[in-house]
């Protein structure tokens, strides 16, 4: 019988992580059972009540039965308490016994634990317990889970039963801490910031902040692998033919005649025998190779009869065949963690005997927009008023960078609805893009309540456009202040956000590829800033916008990618080789 207990202090959570585990893993299809402990008298019956009556007139044992339920009361009348594996021999046969309670029993257990509930763990100290359910973040020396995740609790009790099939697992499911509100800062006396040392310091001080989760392998295309994944199979298993044909044993220097032993192998259909010396057997392709086979001819190559082959040589020992293991051995890291996965590492995965992979949860981006003049696409504009263009752009991004884009609106250029704001944002997101309000004017709220909370570093980047870059940590959550100026934010999401949030979301620091063009315009370049100009190829050169100005919204649409421009004073002359990353260099 398969057992897992659940276990802690009085107010640990048990009874309701109890509760939920049945219902999550009843209504994955498996039968489950449930024993409790009570460390005091306690009572199922009503006094008034037949059944009740029966009992205190004396009975050992009343059975209670109807059409939906049946139910048996022993009175104990000072026997000892029956032990654990007298109860559970009770019970019918299911998939799985709950057990609540029995800390000192033997068997596998979790342990819940609240902070409040004001206890030390019991797990440190006691091996029969495997994994720890918690509300807050622990340091133990073995898998914790956040107390509210049933499906992973679920997932790890029925991994160490054997009712589904082991999986490597997160070293944690909770939630990563948050960033220190400092790991934005600026070192002093720092105010331009050249766009390598800024690029370099978000990867040294940033970390992913989501948490991890197991899902099955048809469902795990475009997530971020928590693990390394190692091989639990060889690929392939046994050594195997490459074609259809004959096997036999040894290579063959000229002509040959080998009898034929009855049978065949195919895939997935072994032969059962052994094939002896100087004979020859049927095989097709995957088919494991008999025991006494290593070489293997094409079966155009021979001349056949119902008793035997001939054929020409030379055939080498080994020929048209796949050793085991030649693909990927037992114990190989497969894929490394941080690898967000292709349908072919599904193949991979499948093949090395993974049903569900461990990955890490899916990075939800908010975008909120800031200003009095912005207005909703399709509404009507008054004088003075635009339309808010960034936050569909940038929505749209996000979504193409492969996160969960969360719509957080627009807000007025309002000190307090814009707190507001952030702070409901930053109960559901896990990282905030803004734009608007990133300077440092009268109506820059964003820079501002960054200010007010200690948590603002107001980097001026030596870059155009997008000089304005505010960074900040608000209610533990990461913000992306970026500029309004709808050039100039996509410039910034591209350059500085989209790396920075693959590492948030686990997938480490992800540069974009370019390739050098010669250019089909001319520029004289001033030194000090680094810009990117919106441009496109055409035949084989880079061509750029007619204007360099950040409000030229056309221009982002009539761009394929951007070209750079170093920080160095330069003359581009028509020809020169200039750096070139196309927009699918960035996930567009």
Same mark, same amino acid.
């Given at each position: 019988?398969?057992?897992?207990?659940?276990? @802690?202090?009085?107010?640990?959570?048990?009874?309701?992580?109890?509760?939920?585990?049945?219902?999550?893993?009843?209504?994955?299809?498996?039968?489950?059972?449930?024993?409790?402990?009570?460390?005091?008298?306690?009572?199922?019956?009503?006094?008034?009540?037949?059944?009740?009556?029966?009992?205190?007139?004396?009975?050992?044992?009343?059975?209670?039965?109807?059409?939906?339920?049946?139910?048996?009361?022993?009175?104990?009348?000072?026997?000892?308490?029956?032990?654990?594996?007298?109860?559970?021999?009770? *019970?019918?046969?299911?998939?799985?016994?709950?057990?609540? &309670?029995?800390?000192?029993?033997?068997?596998?257990?979790?342990?819940?634990?609240?902070?409040? #509930?004001?206890?030390?763990?019991?797990?440190?100290?006691?091996?029969?317990?495997?994994?720890?359910?918690?509300?807050?973040?622990?340091?133990?020396?073995?898998?914790?889970?956040?107390?509210?995740?049933?499906?992973?609790?679920? %997932?790890?009790?029925?991994?160490?039963? &054997?009712?589904?099939?082991?999986?490597?697992?997160?070293?944690? #499911?909770?939630?990563?801490?948050?960033?220190?509100?400092?790991?934005?800062?600026?070192?002093?006396?720092?105010?331009?910031?050249?766009? %390598?040392?800024?690029?370099?310091?978000?990867?040294?001080?940033?970390?992913?902040?989501?948490?991890?989760?197991?899902?099955?392998?048809?469902?795990?295309?475009?997530?971020?692998?928590?693990?390394? +994944?190692?091989?639990?199979?060889?690929?392939?298993?046994?050594?195997?033919?490459?074609?259809?044909?004959?096997?036999?044993?040894?290579?063959?220097?000229?002509?040959?005649?080998?009898? *034929?032993?009855?049978?065949?192998?195919?895939?997935?259909?072994?032969?059962?025998?052994?094939?002896?010396?100087?004979?020859?057997?049927?095989? !097709?392709? @995957?088919?494991?190779?008999?025991?006494?086979? %290593?070489?293997?001819?094409?079966?155009?190559?021979? #001349?056949?009869?119902?008793?035997?082959?001939?054929?020409?040589?030379?055939?080498?020992? &080994? =020929?048209?065949?796949?050793?085991?293991?030649?693909?990927?051995?037992?114990?190989?890291?497969?894929?490394?963690?941080?690898?967000?996965?292709?349908?072919?590492?599904?193949?991979?995965?499948?093949?090395?005997?993974?049903?569900? +992979?461990?990955?890490? /949860?899916?990075?939800?981006?908010?975008?909120?927009?800031?200003?009095?003049?912005?207005?909703?696409? &399709?509404?009507?504009?008054?004088?003075?008023?635009?339309?808010?263009?960034?936050?569909?752009?940038?929505?749209?991004?996000?979504? /193409?960078?492969?996160?969960?884009?969360?719509?957080?609106?627009?807000?007025?250029?309002?000190?307090?609805? +814009?707190?507001?704001?952030?702070?409901?944002?930053? =109960?559901?997101?896990?990282?905030?893009?803004?734009?608007?309000?990133?300077?440092?004017?009268?109506?820059?709220?964003?820079?501002?309540?960054?200010?007010?909370?200690?948590?603002?570093?107001?980097?001026?980047?030596?870059?155009?456009?997008?000089?304005?870059? #505010?960074?900040?940590?608000?209610?533990?959550?990461?913000?992306?202040?970026?500029?309004?100026?709808?050039?100039?934010?996509?410039?910034?999401?591209?350059?500085?956000?989209?790396?920075? !949030?693959?590492?948030?979301?686990?997938? @480490?620091?992800?540069?974009?590829?370019?390739?050098?063009?010669?250019?089909?315009?001319?520029?004289?370049?001033?030194?000090?800033?680094?810009?990117? *100009?919106? $441009?496109?190829?055409?035949?084989?050169?880079?061509?750029?916008?007619?204007?360099?100005?950040?409000?030229?919204?056309?221009? +982002?649409?009539?761009?394929?990618?951007?070209?750079?421009?170093?920080?160095?004073?330069?003359?581009? $002359?028509?020809?020169?080789?200039?750096?070139?990353?196309?927009?699918?260099?960035?996930?567009?």
């Amino acid at each position: 019988m398969r057992v897992f207990g659940v276990t @802690g202090w009085k107010n640990a959570g048990k009874t309701g992580l109890m509760e939920r585990l049945v219902s999550e893993i009843t209504a994955r299809g498996f039968s489950v059972s449930t024993v409790k402990h009570a460390h005091h008298a306690f009572d199922v019956d009503h006094e008034g009540r037949d059944s009740y009556r029966h009992r205190a007139a004396g009975a050992q044992e009343v059975m209670l039965a109807s059409g939906v339920r049946v139910a048996q009361m022993t009175e104990l009348r000072g026997d000892a308490e029956p032990p654990l594996d007298a109860l559970l021999a009770r *019970l019918k046969p299911v998939d799985l016994v709950l057990i609540e &309670g029995y800390k000192r029993e033997g068997h596998p257990k979790i342990e819940a634990f609240r902070e409040v #509930a004001g206890h030390d763990l019991i797990a440190p100290k006691d091996a029969t317990i495997k994994a720890v359910a918690s509300d807050v973040t622990l340091d133990v020396d073995r898998p914790v889970f956040d107390l509210d995740d049933t499906a992973a609790i679920a %997932d790890f009790v029925l991994r160490s039963v &054997g009712l589904i099939e082991d999986t490597p697992q997160p070293t944690s #499911a909770l939630k990563p801490p948050p960033l220190k509100n400092d790991c934005f800062a600026l070192p002093p006396g720092v105010n331009w910031t050249p766009v %390598d040392e800024a690029l370099e310091a978000l990867r040294d001080r940033l970390k992913p902040v989501v948490g991890q989760e197991v899902v099955p392998l048809m469902q795990a295309a475009g997530r971020v692998l928590a693990v390394d +994944l190692v091989a639990k199979r060889s690929n392939p298993p046994l050594p195997n033919t490459a074609v259809d044909g004959y096997g036999f044993a040894g290579g063959v220097p000229g002509e040959a005649v080998f009898p *034929l032993v009855e049978g065949r192998a195919a895939a997935g259909v072994p032969f059962q025998g052994i094939v002896p010396a100087g004979h020859a057997i049927r095989v !097709l392709t @995957g088919a494991a190779l008999p025991d006494g086979v %290593d070489t293997v001819v094409l079966e155009e190559d021979c #001349a056949i009869s119902d008793t035997q082959i001939a054929f020409n040589g030379p055939v080498k020992q &080994g =020929a048209n065949t796949r050793k085991a293991g030649e693909d990927m051995a037992e114990g190989d890291i497969a894929l490394p963690i941080g690898r967000v996965l292709t349908p072919a590492d599904l193949a991979l995965a499948a093949a090395i005997g993974f049903g569900a +992979l461990p990955v890490y /949860r899916p990075l939800r981006v908010g975008v909120l927009s800031t200003g009095d003049e912005l207005v909703e696409p &399709g509404q009507e504009a008054q004088p003075g008023q635009i339309f808010d263009a960034n936050r569909p752009m940038l929505l749209a991004a996000i979504a /193409r960078f492969g996160y969960e884009a969360v719509d957080l609106g627009r807000v007025a250029d309002s000190r307090e609805a +814009l707190r507001g704001q952030l702070d409901d944002a930053a =109960a559901k997101v896990d990282v905030i893009l803004t734009s608007g309000g990133a300077s440092a004017g009268d109506e820059d709220h964003v820079s501002a309540l960054l200010r007010e909370s200690g948590a603002l570093a107001e980097w001026r980047i030596a870059l155009k456009p997008g000089r304005p870059l #505010a960074l900040g940590i608000w209610g533990g959550v990461p913000v992306f202040g970026l500029p309004g100026n709808p050039v100039a934010a996509f410039v910034c999401t591209l350059i500085f956000a989209r790396p920075s !949030l693959s590492v948030l979301a686990g997938s @480490g620091w992800r540069k974009p590829a370019y390739f050098d063009l010669p250019a089909a315009f001319a520029k004289r370049k001033k030194p000090g800033r680094r810009e990117y *100009l919106r $441009a496109r190829m055409r035949d084989g050169r880079a061509e750029v916008f007619k204007s360099e100005g950040s409000g030229r919204v056309s221009g +982002l649409s009539w761009g394929e990618g951007l070209v750079e421009l170093g920080d160095e004073a330069r003359d581009i $002359a028509e020809g020169d080789l200039v750096r070139f990353y196309p927009y699918g260099s960035f996930s567009l």
